[in-house]
């Protein structure tokens, strides 16, 4: 069954602590991306890769780093210098081209206490 | 940079009614178009998109789209709406340089739709 897998789906830390969301995706797409969902926010974007080894700072990329060392995965660490990292986090991939849709996995609840 | 405007943050509407929801975007040149959906407890999912051609587009679900580049906006229509049509939608942008997206969309800040029965 393609698509993209986010865990956990319900995330729990300490404030002052690293943390690392997992994304797997089977849909043998280049790109991937991190967005971050807020409540009156819409989706902003954190970070995006288009291909293995290779990835882009998207708008709000401070406090936050990723990962790109294999086509399926991109885990994204959100750091203690993310001033306020309480979030719904969603993860997706595409492929390169005009008109590519963009296939979104089911998100991590980030809680930062 | 691109930005996208959503005009409607809140719509409540009754059964069978139809339905105008506005996007306009800032961007001076070509751009791909998209509207998604959030339904409750789903993941985001697309409704249609434009990126050349007829400028009324049609999507999944009775959902339709029309582009008027003179305007710089994307509304998103339905004739008559159904309960299950309650759920968040997004319209978002990329610019068509980009390869259609591979840059990441810009999103708007969403329309919340409730439907009574």
């Known amino acids: 069954d393609g698509g993209i897998t986010q865990s956990p789906k319900y995330l729990f830390r300490k404030e002052g602590q690293n943390v690392t969301l997992s994304c797997e995706q089977n849909l043998n797409h280049d790109a991937m991306y991190w967005y971050r969902q807020d409540p009156g926010q819409g989706l902003r974007l954190i970070y995006y890769s288009q291909i293995v080894n290779d990835f882009q700072k998207g708008d709000i990329a401070e406090g936050y780093s990723v990962s790109r060392e294999k086509k399926e995965s991109f885990p994204l660490t959100v750091t203690s210098a993310q001033k306020n990292p309480t979030a719904f986090y969603l993860c997706?991939?595409?492929?390169?081209?005009?008109?590519?849709?963009?296939?979104f996995g089911q998100g991590t609840r980030l809680t930062v206490v | 940079a691109q930005s996208v405007s959503q005009h409607n943050h809140h719509v409540i509407l009754s059964e069978a009614a139809s339905l105008e929801l506005g996007c306009n975007y800032s961007y001076g040149g070509t751009v791909n178009l998209f509207w998604y959906v959030q339904y409750p407890g789903q993941h985001l999912q697309l409704l249609l998109k434009?990126?050349?051609?007829?400028?009324l587009v049609k999507g999944i679900k009775g959902f339709e789209a029309e582009f008027i580049k003179s305007k710089f906006s994307f509304n998103l229509r339905k004739p008559s709406v159904q309960w299950s049509d309650t759920a968040e939608y997004f319209c978002?942008?990329?610019?068509?340089?980009?390869?259609?997206?591979?840059?990441?969309?810009?999103f708007g800040k969403g329309t919340h739709l409730i439907i009574q029965p």
């Open positions: 997706a991939s595409s492929t390169l081209g005009t008109g590519s849709e963009a296939f």
């Open positions: 978002a942008v990329t610019p068509l340089y980009s390869g259609g997206g591979a840059d990441g969309l810009t």
């Open positions: 434009y990126f050349s051609g007829d400028p």
